[in-house]
């Protein structure tokens, strides 16, 4: 059974930055699309960011945010510089075109 961990969300203020941290099991990163998600309150999950050979980025998070991914440990991360308070919402990460069940999140806060 496919099963994601995300971890490394928190409370920061507008400007500063965080890791996000993504580890899968029963599926293998470097095989597919991996994509970090994210969902504010009252609006649907959408795509922010996703890796396979090369890279993809929402509009809204270009130039801030960077997506990579370690092999070795099957797990992607999201580096999330200068965050703005629209940036609040629980973030996950998922196979892109082949969606499998969700993990928990990680909460992301954003003061101004």
């Known amino acids: 059974q496919v099963q994601f961990v995300e971890s490394g969300g928190g409370l920061v203020q507008a400007g500063g930055s965080l890791r996000l941290s993504c580890a899968a099991s029963a599926v293998t990163f470097r095989f597919n699309v991996a994509g970090w998600y994210r969902q504010a309150p009252g609006k649907q999950r959408e795509l922010v960011a996703s890796i396979n050979g090369g890279t993809y980025y929402e509009d809204s998070v270009k130039g801030r945010f960077t997506i990579s991914r370690d092999n070795a440990k099957n797990t992607v991360y999201l580096q999330m510089n200068n965050l703005k308070p629209e940036d609040t919402a629980v973030y996950y990460c998922?196979?892109?075109?082949?969606?499998?069940?969700w993990g928990q999140g990680t909460q992301v806060t954003v003061s101004s």
């Open positions: 998922n196979i892109v075109y082949n969606r499998q069940t």
